[in-house]
């Protein structure tokens, strides 16, 4: 079993930056690939970010591109996803997710709980 918990949300006002943590734990996540997805108010969960076991592959949705980092550090057992410029439609549940195989279907084997973040104009 792997635990994921996710850190870093907040309120923050648009054009700053945040970064989220996702800390896991039970067993390493060397052999997992990691994503980020997200979920506003009244919207289906929305696939933003992946990277590969080692990090040397990463994927990014059309809606972040450019704006938004993913990054992991085996070592620590962590993935980051580092949001700059951010804007008001970025406000959402933040999840972390991880799968042996994929995590762009959205069918990944662990789930964090998720953490929020507000964008204010």
């Known amino acids: 079993q792997v635990q994921l918990v996710e850190s870093g949300g907040g309120l923050v006002q648009a054009g700053v930056s945040l970064r989220l943590s996702c800390a896991a734990s039970?067993?390493?996540?060397?052999?997992?690939?990691m994503g980020w997805f997200r979920q506003a108010p009244g919207k289906e969960r929305e696939f933003i970010a992946a990277i590969s076991w080692s990090g040397g592959n990463t994927y990014y949705a059309d809606s972040v591109k450019g704006r938004f980092t993913i990054s992991r550090d085996n070592a620590k057992n962590t993935v980051y996803l580092q949001m700059n410029s951010l804007k008001p439609e970025d406000t959402a549940v933040y999840y972390c997710?991880?799968?042996?195989?994929?995590?762009?279907?959205?069918?990944?084997?662990?789930w964090g709980q998720g953490t929020q973040v507000t964008v204010s104009s």
């Open positions: 039970g067993r390493s996540i060397s052999s997992y690939v």
């Open positions: 997710a991880a799968d042996k195989r994929t995590v762009r279907t959205g069918m990944c084997d662990y």
